[in-house]
């Protein structure tokens, strides 16, 4: 970028199984993403691959949001899967 910018990224933490989409790079399940105004949720997910049923609570800056909830440069967006029980 000119002048050495860095971009504006969301950093998203991909929780237990879901890591696994973050790549080899971050097995860690941490990765940052470049990100514009007006990104949702759903776009970031669709970004990574992750198919909509392999997604469960989704949380950004601690506060639980939906797939359509639009993010900001700067949020840390936390995926968990799925979770199922009795």
Do not use: S
């Not at 860095?6 to 080899?24: F, I, K, M, N, S």
């Not at 989704?58 to 840390?76: H, M, S, T």
Request: aromatic share 2%; with cysteine; hydrophobic share 45%.
């Amino acid at each position: 970028m000119p002048g050495g910018m860095v971009p504006e990224t969301v950093q998203v933490e991909l929780r237990g199984p879901l890591a696994r989409y973050a790549g080899r790079a971050h097995p860690d399940g941490r990765i940052a993403l470049p990100v514009g105004k007006g990104v949702r949720v759903e776009d970031v997910l669709l970004a990574l691959a992750i198919p909509p049923a392999q997604t469960g609570l989704l949380v950004v800056n601690g506060k639980k949001i939906c797939r359509k909830e639009i993010i900001q440069p700067g949020d840390v967006l936390v995926v968990f899967p799925p979770v199922a029980g009795g």
